[in-house]
């Protein structure tokens, strides 16, 4: 890993900030990899041979708009960019050697699965989504998937060259927005956050739209128009914009005059707020799914429980 970079403070450190660039090289990356029966006891082993790279900039400004005696100001901001690529899966392990430029990553099984929708593919990100392209629906109400090689019939597999990678779950870019205002005896803050690019894969909307499922159980209003009676598979139909902007923080306090007294210093009275409202056009219940390093990412699915909205009113007193 190599890491570099500066911070600065300008016009009388009314503008504070940092920017700091890296670039970082991991290597022996553990995966379950598909290998023959005989010799080997069982069809899949456990490796250590791929190799990824993250390049990314990140950078923070802080300027105070305002400083007098009564009122104080400051607005503050921070964006990062990160890229990453998958450089090599193949390599070899106790001498037999494992040769491959995709993995499947990420499933779903709901409705139209179970399907493999998220691949580890050399040259591109973590978990980019490997799909059919959607092509319409048939007057029988089957999904119709685009001929992408042109050989006259659709091929089925994770490896098919009607497949095409449609969309990339890491967000181009991350940011946050920060405000802190104090006016005599008040105080206030904020925190916005948000990422920007990213893709879902919606395999709740996958599994509530699909007419077989809709019969059967609960299903989407939309499912009324928009369900198929057969959908062939990990089609990009499903696939979704992931970008939002989120109130994550809104602290407000108000600090009560305290006479001459022989044992409090203090009181302030706050009110504090978290998630209070997302800006974003995906469709289902939060963008801001389940994550992790194992199984994928950028998949929608039924072990996901949304993230909730939190009030909470406090007395902070302080004691001589």
């Known amino acids: 890993m190599f890491n570099a970079g500066i911070d600065f403070s300008l016009i009388n450190n009314k503008l504070t900030g940092s920017v700091d660039a890296y670039d970082g090289k ?6 379950y990899y598909s290998v023959p029966v005989p010799p080997n006891l069982v069809n899949t082993l456990l490796a250590n041979v791929g190799t990824m790279s993250n390049r990314g900039i990140e950078l923070a400004l802080n300027y105070k708009l305002i400083q007098k005696k009564d009122i104080t100001l400051s607005v503050g901001g ?12 193949s390599g070899s392990i106790n001498g037999q050697k494992l040769i491959t430029d995709s993995i499947s990553w990420g499933s779903y099984s709901i409705g139209v699965g179970p399907g493999e929708a998220s691949y580890l593919i050399k040259g591109q990100p973590v978990g980019v989504f490997f799909l059919y392209k959607h092509a319409g629906v048939d007057a029988n109400g089957n999904q119709v998937l685009a001929d992408l090689n042109k050989d006259g019939t659709i ?12 969309g990339n779950p890491q967000p181009k870019f991350t ?6 205002l104090t006016y005599k005896n008040w105080d206030a803050s904020v925190l916005l956050r948000g990422v920007q690019g990213n893709k879902i894969f919606s395999g709740v909307q996958a599994g509530f739209t699909h007419l077989p499922n809709v019969v059967k159980g609960n299903g989407f209003v939309d499912a009324a128009t928009n369900a198929f009676n057969l959908a062939l598979g990990p089609s ?40 209070l409202f997302v800006i974003t056009k995906y469709k289902g219940l939060d963008p801001e799914i389940r994550a992790d390093g194992g199984g994928g990412f950028g998949i929608d699915g039924t072990d996901f429980y949304p993230r909730t909205r939190n009030f909470a009113f406090g007395v902070n007193v302080i004691f001589k």
Request: charged fraction near 20%; aromatic fraction near 14%; glycine fraction near 10%.
């Open 78 to 89: 921070n964006i990062a960019k990160n890229i990453n690529k998958i450089t090599e899966l």
């Open 175 to 180: 940011y946050a927005f920060t405000g802190n």
């Open 26 to 31: 991991t290597e022996n990356m553990l995966y």
């Open 155 to 166: 091929t089925e597999g994770p490896r098919s060259g009607d497949r095409y990678i449609a």
């Open 236 to 275: 990009d139909y499903w696939l979704q914009d992931g970008s939002f902007l989120r109130l994550e923080n809104l602290n407000v306090g108000y600090k009560i005059p305290v006479g001459p007294s022989k044992y409090i210093s203090s009181v302030r009275l706050s009110f504090t707020g978290s998630n």
